[in-house]
């Protein structure tokens, strides 16, 4: 039976299960085999080293992983052997332990584990308690802080002294200590309890540790990199004697910091041990050999890491392909463009398709372009751009201003953001529509004609808020969409709410909220160019966002769809096709993420994640433009398209040439670039600041790749306002257009005139884009150049 298991692992794989002596890091490239190391060293154990499957803990990181490990090691050893292993996430095999020894800590065993949701509620009601500024002291964001202090083991009474302490919230270190407070009296723990319970359990009870190390003979960790301070200190105390550990993971996948993951426990792992030994699994399984080596180009260029070269014995296949588009509309025509191309030539299924990107807020113009082409596509991870609450809140607001009998509308949001109008102040005004048989509106607009009986104070609330929706109302025919809907999102607070705080899940809102707008001046924009300038209106916007909307409750589960997702999402996944799109300045990197070293090590190494999911095609691309919070915004290709070897990066031209040429950018290094350069040695480094907005590419380079895509990217990051840019580019070319001519679109990319027609104010042309197809355009308002 053994010698079946070694037959079928490669010789890095088999050194690795064979080594059970001492503690053991295995590196494990991408797609080249972890799991199978880790069920094959598992039922070795079993088999060869007489171990009993109760004396193995295995961790995972989810519940599926163990299960289908544990599924594996069944089909090896026998099912039954495989049911009494001790293999679950780090939280479901310590809280049973913590069950078992509750009154060790002071609880029952019978706790109660809160969620997210209950975290959240208590801290809500502690600061309400302290009458604190639900503002400053938003209660996603403490509970954020009191989970990421939870994952360094810092305690309550250590918080103000850490390097978590923000001077402008003193008392989060109060609402801390308040909730751990109340948190035992209510005999409950939180998911990160779990953990830190467990590591105060073992370090003030030896007796109890050493009965668990006596328990637990080897112990196993899948995704090291993974695992924050806490986790790493927990399998400490269960290893240290031993020493028969045997973690699993790949540095270069490590990629989820904002969850408190410590890249440092996979680098240092070594100067925990004795005599650790390294495996390193380099030969990939998925891709094919150009994806792996350029793969490998970009991720040799952080320094932090243990090195490995990994390659594919695969067919060599294409290179990694980068489509540079002039908009963010161009982007989205080219990647569902090739979804078409691909299905037909390859003979594949919509599901062997992904687009990775690196915040959740650039689906929309996936999703948009998709319903037009009738590409079934499915949100990973996450709900399509228009269910998102951020979206839906501020179209309820759209709605009702364009229907105040939208009954459906009003309940949303008539008190959000809170105004004061609650649960009963609405129940008033529902039962008093239903008894007179009229709209919530005409209620809220004439409340002593229907005899509607408020408090002087609430009912003062309510005249507020109709007054707000009237002079949204009053402006429906005088403004276009995006004048009065940025008015309305600002004028009603929802702006003030959102931008209120800096965690993770609100800059993601905010995200959404800016890409909402741009593809409302977008909207505005590309119909004034099309001649449409009279269906510009709050109205005929949502008459668009409605068809849109509607079609997220259609579709077959079972249909084969394409996957879009963030690059998060997208970690342990594989596709046959990738897209990996918004490869710009600002975006990726994430302008938040070029604060230091160490957080631009990391977005390189997501982009290595997102480049090593594809088994036959990658394909990058970056917009020139995109449309944010009402302005066009010009990027500069990201910095991380210079890190791949040139040899094995083709850029697809889009220039009126037609022409296709290789990548060739300069091999000097760039100072911007270098500036981030650190010891080899994995320590803390200070913080650099660089600007966002500096563009990191060098003249030889930027010209290089201007001539290969066409020339559409300026060599210097910069916003412009659409209402500066409307009539600058058409102005001086407009008069001049022939049939015939090829011009480059602000938006629309290059494009072939096909006709002209009409003169002065209503002269428009008929145009071919390349990607976009054939559209007419109203030349007042167009934005283009003859070339």
């Known amino acids: 039976m053994t010698e079946n298991f070694l037959e079928q692992l490669n010789e890095s794989q088999r050194e690795a299960v064979l080594y059970c002596d001492g503690a053991s890091l295995v590196i494990a490239g991408a797609g080249s085999g972890k799991t199978r190391v880790l069920t094959y060293k598992i039922a070795y154990l079993l088999q060869e080293k007489g171990l009993k499957p109760y004396n193995i803990l295995a961790l995972t990181f989810t519940n599926k992983a163990a299960r289908e490990m544990k599924e594996r090691i069944g089909r090896l050893v026998g099912e039954e052997v495989a049911r009494y ?198 030969q990939n399984y998925r891709s094919t050999q150009l994806i792996v080596q350029a793969a490998n180009s970009l991720i040799r260029k952080n320094e932090r890491q243990i090195p490995k070269d990994v390659y594919s014995k695969n067919e060599c296949g294409d290179k990694l392909t980068l489509k540079p588009a002039y908009s963010d509309k161009e982007e989205a025509m080219i990647v569902c463009n090739d979804i078409v191309r691909l299905k037909r030539q390859d003979h594949c299924e919509y599901s062997d398709f992904a687009i990775l990107y690196r915040t959740n807020s650039q689906s929309r113009s996936f999703e948009e372009q998709m319903r037009k082409m009738n590409i079934p596509y499915r949100i990973y991870g996450g709900m399509s751009f228009y269910q998102r609450k951020e979206i839906k809140d501020v179209i309820a607001y759209f709605r009702l201003v364009c229907n105040p009998n939208d009954e459906e509308a009003l309940k949303r949001i008539i008190n959000y953001p809170a105004r004061g109008i609650g649960d009963t102040t609405l129940s008033k005004i529902i039962s008093t529509a239903t008894a007179y048989g009229v709209s919530l509106w005409q209620v809220v607009s004439q409340p002593i004609l229907f005899h509607l009986e408020l408090a002087k104070g609430t009912a003062a609330k309510v005249e507020a808020f109709r007054q707000l929706i009237e002079g949204w109302v009053s402006r429906v025919a005088t403004e276009d969409a995006y004048q009065l809907g940025h008015a309305i999102i600002m004028e009603s607070g929802i702006s003030k709410d959102i931008y209120s705080s800096r965690n993770p899940e609100d800059i993601a809102r905010q ?153 060739r950018p300069t091999q000097n290094p760039h100072p911007v670039a270098t500036q981030f350069r650190a010891d080899p040695m994995p320590r803390a480094v200070a913080p650099r600041r660089p600007e966002p907005t500096v563009d990191p590419f060098s003249d030889s380079f930027k010209r290089q790749l201007s001539q290969a895509s066409g020339g559409r990217f300026k060599p210097v990051s910069r916003a412009v306002s659409s209402s500066n840019t409307s009539s600058s580019s058409s102005s001086s070319s407009a008069g001049q257009l022939r049939e015939g001519m090829t011009i480059e679109h602000q938006r629309f990319g290059i494009g072939k005139v096909l006709k002209v027609e009409g003169s002065g104010e209503n002269e428009k042309a008929t145009i071919e884009f390349r990607n976009v197809g054939t559209k007419q355009l109203l030349l007042k308002f167009a934005k283009f150049t003859i070339l």
Do not use: W
């Open 85 to 282: 292993l001790q293999m679950g996430t780090f939280h479901s095999i310590f809280s049973r332990i913590l069950r078992a020894e509750a009154d060790k800590i002071g609880y029952s065993s019978n706790f109660t584990i809160y969620d997210q949701t209950d975290s959240r509620s208590l801290v809500k009601s502690i600061c309400k308690e302290m009458q604190l500024d639900d503002k400053q002291y938003k209660p996603s964001s403490v509970a954020d802080q009191i989970s990421m202090a939870k994952n360094h083991l810092i305690l309550p009474q250590q918080f103000v002294g850490s390097s978590l302490f923000n001077p402008k919230l003193p008392r989060v270190s109060e609402i801390y200590q308040r909730y751990t407070e109340r948190c035992r009296q209510a005999n409950a723990m939180d998911f990160d309890d779990l953990l830190v319970q467990i590591y105060l359990l073992f370090e003030n009870h030896e007796d109890v540790r050493k009965k668990y190390v006596e328990k637990f003979q080897y112990v196993l960790v899948d995704e090291y990199q993974d695992t924050n301070h806490t986790q790493q200190k927990i399998v400490y105390q269960l290893t240290r004697e031993r020493q028969r550990v045997c973690v699993v993971g790949d540095d270069a996948q490590s990629i989820y910091s904002f969850r408190g993951a410590n890249i440092d426990n996979i680098l240092n792992f070594n100067t925990s041990y004795n005599n650790t030994k390294l495996f390193k699994l380099e």
């Open 511 to 663: 995200e959404n909220l800016e890409e909402f707008l741009g593809g409302m001046q977008d909207f505005v924009e590309s119909r004034k160019e099309e001649g449409l300038h009279d269906q510009t209106s709050l109205g005929d916007f949502l008459q668009e966002v409605a068809l849109l909307t509607d079609l997220d409750s259609e579709g077959d589960e079972e249909q084969s769809k394409v996957s879009l997702m963030t690059i998060h999402s997208a970690k342990g996944l594989e596709f046959p096709t990738v897209f990996v799109v918004g490869l710009e300045e600002n975006i990726f990197p994430s302008p938040m993420c070029t604060d230091s070293m160490r957080q631009l090590e990391e977005e390189r190494r997501l982009l290595y994640v997102a480049i090593t999911r594809a088994e036959k095609h990658c394909i990058l691309t970056c917009a020139q433009n995109r449309f944010r919070f009402g302005r066009i915004e010009y990027d500069s290709p990201s910095r991380f398209i210079r890190d791949i070897d040139p040899s094995l990066l083709h850029v697809v031209s889009n220039s009126h040439s037609g022409e296709h040429d290789d990548y």
